[in-house]
């Protein structure tokens, strides 16, 4: 059973990151669509902060994989996040953002960190020699460790969070705004 649950977090994690990808093409293009911003993101959001919730909590309580200092700090940004997002999605409140973007950077640092301990323990200065941060309890499809997944989550979590604001409405100025001169239908005699 913990085998299965290890690799439909990691097919989570794929989707979220997919998610996040396609999200942030979204956002730099200023093209988020109207259901992205007004239905979709926010719970979206919700949904990748209670998976990961829910995970870290399968895996240390079922599978009895011992937290180190740093799954402790991921998991002091990921579980507000849950409430946070949660309300804000049942309030459509698109400037969630300005709390769950902090919140998802410091989550973010810390998964990065993290990751970079797993890959060169000698970069681990306070990790406790019980639980070590860069033993990897898992790694699923070969590259996929936990706070791999956390960083993930936690990047979608702030791509999707922007993606609801207000602002990244698409509007008939945004998308005139965006064309150039040259693009404006003309006349025979050349003027517009």
């Known amino acids: 059973m913990i085998a299965i649950v290890e690799r439909f977090a990691a097919i989570l994690t794929i989707v979220a990151a997919l998610a996040a990808v396609a999200t942030l093409v979204a956002l730099v293009t200023r093209r988020v669509p109207d259901w992205l911003r007004d239905t979709a993101a926010l719970p979206f959001a919700t949904a990748i902060a209670l998976a990961a919730t829910v995970g870290s909590l399968f ?24 409430v946070v997002l949660g309300v804000a999605s049942w309030r459509r409140d698109g400037q969630v953002w300005r ?4 919140i998802g950077a410091v989550g973010t640092v810390i998964a990065a960190w993290h990751v970079a301990i797993e890959r060169r323990p000698a970069l681990g200065g306070l990790c406790d020699p019980a639980a070590p941060c860069s033993l990897r309890w898992v790694e699923e499809l070969g590259f996929l460790t936990l706070p791999m997944m956390a960083g993930v989550g936690f990047l979608a979590i702030i791509v999707l969070s922007l993606a609801a604001r207000p602002e990244t409405a698409v509007t008939r100025e945004t998308v005139a705004a965006d064309r150039h001169p040259r693009d404006e239908p003309t006349t025979p005699d050349g003027t517009p």
Request: proline residues 11%; contains cysteine; hydrophobic residues 45%.
């Open 59 to 82: 895996m240390s309580e079922v599978a009895n994989y011992t937290p180190c200092e740093l799954c402790w700090y991921q998991r002091i940004a990921m579980y507000p996040l849950v």
């Open 99 to 102: 709390t769950a973007v902090p």
